[in-house]
Structures are given as C-alpha cells and as structure tokens.
C-alpha cells in the first residue's frame, strides 16, 4: 500500500461481476489475508490527524482550561477528577454526532465521512425505537421535529456541561486538599433525562452515543458521593473489560483476529499475516498462532488484569498492570478495527491510569472503601444485568450493553438486491448520504466500486456468519445469486441512519419494515438474511430471512461449528440449517393480491432443507 494508492484485488473489473458469486468471495478473501482492506495510508493518517486535533488537542484544552488547568502542565492534571469526567463528556459529545466511532471510509462514510448530526438534526429520517409498540409515545419510525429538539438539547446541555467551571462538594474536598471541584450535578441530571427519553425513542442515537457505558458514568458523576463515585467508576471499566473478556471464550474470537491483523497498516510482513491462517490460501481458517493472541493476548488478559487492578493493593503490580492495559487498548487502536472505535480505546487507555494510579486501592480507593456493601452490592448488579442477560439472550439485548465489544459473536446480515431494487434506497428515502456504492463512484469507476463492495462481503466471509449468511442465501436465491446484488448489511445501514457499530440488531426485521414503507419491494426484491449471536451456553445461532415486501419468511437454526470449520467460499456446499419454520406465500400471485401477504399459510418445519423464494 502506498500513501495515496490503495491494494485492491488483481482482478478486471469490466468483467469482475461475471464471476460465480462464490468465486468473488474466494478472490476478495484471499486477498484481505495478505492486504486487508487495501486503504492507502491516507486514511490512516485521517484518522489519526482526527485524534489528536480533535479530540486529544481540543478535547483535552476544553477540559483543563475550564477547569482552571493548563493544559501543557500535565502533572497538575492527570489525576484531577473534573478533567476526567469532562473528558467522559468530550466523548459522548463527538460519538452523538458521529465524528468518533463508525466514521469515515473504514464505516463505510465516504461521502460525507460524517453521519450522526446530518441525519439526527433532520426531521424525516429514518428513527428506530427500542421496542416499538410497546412503549407510550414512541411508536413510528420517522424522525420528527420534537426527536431534533430532544437531540439539539442534548448537544447543548452537553457543551454547557463541558464550559461551566467545576463545583466543590463536602466529600471531594475531604478527600482531595486541593482540587478544582466536580462537574456540577445539576447540568448532568439533565443530559442523563435526555439520554433516556431519546433512547425510548429512537435506539441509534442512544448507542450512537456509547450510553451504555458512558450514561452509567455520568450517573455516578452525578449522585454519588466522591469514594464512592471512584470506585463505582472502577467497576464499571473492570465489568466492560471482563464483560469483553468472557465473550471472547469461544471459536469466534479466533475467526476475528486474523483478518484484524491482515488489516492493521504497520504490519508489513506478509509471512506473519499468512501465520495466522491455516495454510494461505486454501484454508483459512485460525491457525494456532491466532488462536493464541486471541485467548492468551486477548481474552486471559482482558478477564485477568482488569480483577487485579480492582482488587490489588500492591503498588508494583499493580502499576505493572496498568501498564498492561494501557499497551492492550493502544494496540487495538493501532489495527484501526472497521468499527474504528478509536477514541473509545484512548479514554480507556487514560482512565486506566487515572482511576488505578491515580486513585489507587491504597489510598483509600478500593472496594471496600465504598460507603455502603448495600450500594456496592446494587452498583454491581445493575452492572452486570445487561452482560449476564445478553449473552443468555442475545436477542433481547443489543451486544454493546452486552459488553461483548469486537468479541466476534455478534447479530449479522446480508442484503441481497433483485438487478436495479437497490436504487429504490436513493429513490425513496431521504437522508444527507447515498448508499456505499454510490458515495465510492466520486472516486471509483462503476466497476472498480464493484470490487470494493465486494470487498466488504470478503471481509464477512472471514468471519463464521458469513458462512451461514451466504449459505442461507444460497438456499433461498439458487443460481439468482450470481445475478443479484448482495451487500454488507453493517456498511448499508450506516448509509441509512448513520450508525450501526457491527450490531445486526440496527438492521433487523424492524429497520427492513421501516425500508419497505418508503421503498415498496416487491416480494423477492428484497431479500435480508439475518442472524443472532451465539448464546454463551448454546452451541447453536438463530437466524432469520426476511422479504422486505412479506416480513420474516424463515426462521431456524445452525450449529456454529458448522460455520467455524467452513471456508469462506463455502466449497463444500451450504452449511445445513435446521428450518423451524417458513411462511408459504406464492409469489407470483402476492404481486395481485395483497391480502395472501397480509394473511400468508404457515407451517412448521424440521428438516434442514433451504426454501427456494
């Protein structure tokens, strides 16, 4: 890769799409184990220019400044508490308008690389609620004039937090002789009431805004005494780690850093990319050596090291671990993950100094330091619900409250579009941005955007859901496959409503009805294959394929290790499925007669035979 020229595939793109479906997929994921994505390091410099303008240079000037601090003299504010929590304040605030996770080209953003306030500042994109239906006032999924002013003031409150000089309480003074005091409570209470009144209604700009980690935080900024918010700020980094941690047990994980490493710009040895394959180029599945930095680098560190900085007492361990974790997210952050959630794994990197060196156990910050076991006990409760509930049920809960970030188990999709029905995207919905393909024609001839679409699928197929999700929509397109237009459903979302993260749940059944209400598919137009993640004590997914035009069609199950022992161009074949049910509906005749999609036959199935649509 040069500077300013990537390393796309060796192929002709004139006659690329002529190719089997599953040639493409063995083309563009052979290339990524040597190349990865194939971005010139242009965008690599972007991003790292973003981080230290935006949000290290600006980020950390606002939070000294008004907090009385130069912010050259880093020894009088390292370890000061405001400047943390205004840097907790900094990030919400660039994730909420889409300029820090899921931005530019690596989240499919070519044009415009900015999502978040272009779509959440415009009435009549597309809203998705939590639980449509079932919560007061929150049914539709269009974005209203009253969703863009709960939005705006949250941008406001959030920068009047960010601004206002701290304020002292009793307990900080207590404990620390001379501070700058705290961000004031009464500017917090409401950014968490907008919080969740915007999360009720719309779940994009709720996890857009990474709540389920910062809005915790600000809780305990807000109601809690000093000591004790400390230590509740410990636990809730220690459970997100842990959380990771143990959702990384498992094959998945092993499937996710291969291509990770392939993808990381500073690695310029093509022997050790290929190491972490089985035998490039043949089989590609995990080699040892992956399977080791995955659950020896990865998963024993990330459950290890954070329950010794939250229980250690020893000052050179646990300096040493902090150490650890500090390497550990920079070197995340230097692989630049397609997620790219950069500035997340910077404000991790500086809370493990700050809440571990900085307040460490000895000093009175430990644990049991806390002024109640009773509120210790609720803290770790109310922390650990959502990572216990979502890996017994993923399906009620997305993966990021689940803490199973870039675990490699989470919910996917595939779209598939009959010849032309995808331009019905543009054609009907309204939003700041076109779909991938259609951003990359600025740059890109028509064929070349082609090959980098299908890039994106090659970079699925590295993982076990691409198995199943090209297996699945083998069976339900036939030889149509080869004719119709799949897309990776993670980088069309994000064009649609600026966010998704890697979380299927963004763009499951709910997003495809919203999509058809604008669009009018007809049946076999539009056709979604979806899968759940693994539950932690399953060795079986749950999927789903859903017809835009008729909802949900299928639903079923695979066993995982079917998909983790395939290739990703399937040569074997389709995976098996276990068809627990389908809806029978005769297409031909449903274009005429609305009423069999509105009252289809149903039945239930159990053989593991595909359904032709």
């Given at each position: 890769m040069g500077f300013m020229t990537g390393n796309p595939p060796e192929v002709d793109p004139a006659t690329f799409l002529e190719r089997p479906f599953l040639d493409r997929i063995?083309?563009?994921?052979?290339?990524?184990?040597?190349?990865?994505?194939?971005?010139?390091?242009?965008?690599?410099?972007?991003?790292?220019?973003k981080l230290l303008v935006v949000y290290i240079g600006a980020g950390l000037s606002i939070?000294?400044?008004t907090s009385g601090h130069n912010v050259l003299d880093i020894g009088a504010w390292w370890n000061e508490p405001i400047v943390y929590q205004k840097l907790i304040l900094w990030t919400v605030l660039l994730e909420s308008i889409g300029f820090a996770g899921s931005w530019g080209p690596l989240a499919?953003?070519?044009?415009p690389m900015t999502g978040g306030f272009r779509y959440y500042l415009r009435p009549g994109t597309i809203r998705l609620a939590p639980w449509p239906g079932k919560v007061p006032l929150t049914s539709g999924d269009t974005r209203t004039v009253f969703d863009v002013a709960l939005y705006a003031a949250l941008l406001v409150n959030l920068v009047l937090a960010l601004i206002l000089p701290g304020a002292h309480t009793a307990s900080i003074d207590a404990a620390i002789a001379d501070n700058s005091g705290l961000v004031r409570p009464a500017v917090l209470f409401p950014i968490i009431a907008l919080l969740v009144i915007i999360g009720l209604r719309d779940k994009i700009i709720f996890l857009a805004a990474r709540s389920e980690q910062y809005l915790p935080a600000i809780v305990f900024s807000a109601t809690l005494s000093f000591v004790d918010m400390i230590v509740a700020l410990k636990l809730l980094i220690v459970v997100v780690w842990v959380g990771a941690g143990i959702s990384k047990i498992g094959h998945h994980f092993s499937m996710v850093v291969p291509p990770?490493?392939?993808?990381?710009?500073?690695?310029?040895?093509?022997a050790v990319k290929r190491a972490h394959y089985r035998n490039y180029p043949n089989d590609l599945r995990p080699s040892k050596v992956a399977g080791g930095v995955a659950h020896v680098l990865g998963t024993i560190v990330e459950v290890a090291a954070p329950l010794v900085l939250l229980f250690s007492t020893n000052r050179t361990l646990?300096?040493?671990?902090?150490?650890?974790?500090?390497?550990?997210h920079l070197f995340i952050l230097s692989t630049f993950p397609l997620a790219v959630p950069l500035e997340w794994n910077l404000l991790f990197t500086f809370a493990t100094i700050f809440l571990f060196a900085g307040f460490?156990?000895?000093?009175?910050?430990?644990?049991?330091?806390?002024?109640?076991?009773?509120?210790?006990?609720?803290?770790?409760?109310?922390?650990l619900f959502f990572p216990i509930l979502g890996n017994l049920r993923p399906d009620l809960v997305s993966f990021l409250p689940s803490m199973r970030q870039y675990a490699g188990n989470w919910a996917s999709a595939t779209w598939a579009f009959a010849p032309s029905a995808e331009a019905k995207l543009d054609q009907f919905i309204p939003r700041p941005a076109k779909i991938t393909r259609t951003q990359l024609l600025d740059t890109f001839s028509p064929e070349e955007a082609d090959v980098v679409m299908h890039q994106l699928l090659g970079f699925r197929s590295m993982h076990s859901q691409g198995r199943a999700l090209f297996s699945?929509?083998?069976?339900?397109?036939?030889?149509?496959?080869?004719t119709y237009t799949l897309r990776e459903a993670e980088f069309s979302c994000n064009s649609l409503v600026a966010f998704n993260f890697g979380d299927g749940h963004f763009h499951n059944e709910h997003l495809i009805a919203a999509i058809q209400r604008r669009c009018n598919f007809a049946p076999g137009e539009f056709l979604v294959a979806w899968i759940e993640s693994q539950p932690i004590h399953k060795g079986v997914q749950e999927y789903k394929v859903i017809d835009a035009a008729l909802g949900v069609i299928e639903r079923g199950t695979y066993k995982t290790a079917d998909a983790i022992n395939e290739q990703p161009w399937l040569p074997n074949g389709p995976i098996p499925f276990d068809v627990q049910w389908t809806l029978e509906v005769d297409a031909n005749r449903a274009l005429t007669d609305p009423g069999l999609i509105e009252e289809p036959k149903m039945h239930e199935r159990g053989d593991s035979s595909g359904v032709h649509s």
């Open positions: 063995r083309v563009t994921s052979t290339h990524w184990v040597e190349n990865g994505f194939g971005s010139p390091k242009m965008v690599h410099t972007i991003y790292i220019l939070a000294t400044f499919g953003h070519f044009k990770m490493i392939s993808n990381t710009p500073w690695m310029p040895s093509k646990t300096l040493v671990t902090v150490a650890l974790m500090v390497a550990f460490p156990a000895w000093d009175g910050y430990g644990v049991t330091d806390m002024s109640s076991m009773w509120l210790l006990a609720a803290i770790v409760a109310g922390l699945l929509m083998i069976n339900h397109l036939g030889e149509d496959i080869d």
